[in-house]
């Protein structure tokens, strides 16, 4: 408050004036304290974070007589914040409920720029805060903790930094369901207190600088939809208490320094559709159990230390759109049960140690959809199918840097019609 230019200041100059007006506002008198701390927390939120230059809801000459949905009017603070239409549905700035508390703050890609006060706290009754797409800096306050109905908080594509997971807020916050943090530069490792999120659905701190190994508490989030960690600086194993989340549909954990095995456990997450563990240091091999992931469009492995044969299972996956196994260190031969994944439209067996000949029901209509095929850098030897030319959607198929023999077979008039390379 020393500091009139802070936000806080002007936030209770402004507060003062409105109260001290002919025609003051309510709530002013003391039996209306929270609500008048509410306003307060909102004037400081939007100072703070340069509510001038909002693009929508600003009022940048605090005119008291502004209208509903503009931001620090004389009007009651439930009816700031404006209706916003678009693409994905309409949605309000700022929500109450029925006893006048803030309960909603969707501020996303508003031009929010600078820091989250910490009389956020103040806003005890909150469910969601959503400001992403913004230039919010700095890091969450510690105050977050204050909120515990709190079920969504989303700050995607910012500036943001500091410690993410801050045990200050983290065993207090037990009612999260969506935990929205990529993009930004957050440091710090998961601690063991991640456990205490057991509503949680949504996990998404991937593109920043967290560190650290995945804490096995990660098992206790049994109600787990999405876990998103790509793009850090994560170490150690992928614990097997990650087999407790069967609700998980979809997990990526690219971009980090995973090591150790895919633990057996991992697949018993027989809801997972998306599984992404690529540009990693895992070993070890993938079980014969990957066909008990039978809802799974998505299987990317790529660019790991994986050992051992390619599962004849994979076959039983008829979901299976997209299957990247390159540049790893497999062996044995391409198993001919490939064949049977009708879905797949890409498959990706490049820069490993494979060997034998060309399954030929890799071509054809079995598998119809295939657009990319690649088999290049391996020891693929033998002939080439004969039947090469018969996958209908075929767009890219490298077959280069083998031990291929024979002549090319001939290809028909109407057979490659999509081939560029």
């Not at 034998?356 to 598998?367: C, D, E, H, K």
Request: aromatic share 8%; proline share 5%; hydrophobic share 35%.
């Amino acid at each position: 408050m020393q500091d009139p230019t802070s936000p806080q200041s002007k936030a209770a100059e402004w507060i003062l004036k409105e109260c001290e007006a002919e025609v003051p506002i309510d709530p002013c008198t003391p039996s209306q304290l929270e609500y008048n701390e509410q306003r307060y927390a909102l004037a400081v939120l939007y100072f703070s974070l340069t509510g001038d230059g909002w693009n929508d809801g600003s009022n940048s000459n605090l005119d008291p007589s502004a209208p509903a949905g503009t931001w620090m009017s004389n009007l009651d603070y439930c009816e700031w914040g404006t209706e916003i239409s678009g693409a994905n549905g309409s949605y309000n700035q700022l929500v109450c409920n029925d006893e006048g508390h803030v309960i909603n703050l969707n501020l996303q890609s508003n031009n929010l720029i600078g820091s989250i006060p910490p009389e956020i706290g103040i806003l005890s009754y909150l469910t969601s805060y959503i400001s992403f797409t913004n230039a919010q800096s700095g890091e969450i306050p510690s105050t977050l903790g204050y909120i515990t109905p709190l079920e969504t908080f989303d700050v995607e594509f910012n500036n943001m930094d500091g410690t993410l997971f801050q045990l200050g807020y983290m065993t207090s916050l037990t009612n999260l369901i969506n935990w929205r943090t990529s993009n930004n530069n957050f440091v710090n490792s998961i601690p063991s207190e991640i456990g205490l999120w057991t509503k949680l659905q949504n996990l998404w701190f991937s593109d920043n600088a967290i560190t650290g190994s995945i804490p096995s508490e990660i098992g206790s989030l049994v109600d787990m939809d999405v876990l998103l960690g790509y793009k850090n600086q994560i170490t150690g194993s992928i614990p097997s208490d990650i087999g407790n989340l069967d609700k998980m549909t979809w997990i990526d954990m690219e971009d980090n320094q995973l090591t150790g095995v895919i633990p057996e456990e991992f697949y018993t997450n027989v809801e997972l559709a998306e599984v992404i563990l690529r540009n990693n240091t895992l070993t070890g091999t993938i079980s014969d159990s990957v066909s008990s992931l039978t809802k799974v469009t998505t299987f990317w492995v790529s660019n790991n230390e994986l050992t051992g044969a390619i599962p004849t299972t994979f076959g039983e996956l008829l979901s299976l759109d997209s299957l990247e196994l390159q540049n790893n260190m497999l062996s044995g031969t391409i198993p001919e049960e490939l064949g049977s994944m009708s879905a797949i439209e890409i498959l990706a067996l490049d820069q490993n140690d494979l060997t034998g000949t060309i399954p030929s029901n890799l071509f054809g209509f079995s598998l119809s959809k295939l657009k990319i095929l690649y088999l290049n850098d391996n020891q693929l030897t033998g002939a080439l199918p004969e039947n090469i030319g018969g996958s209908p959607r075929l767009d890219s198929l490298k077959l280069n840097d083998n031990l291929l023999t024979g002549t090319l077979p001939i290809i028909s008039e109407g057979e490659f019609l999509f081939l560029s390379k």
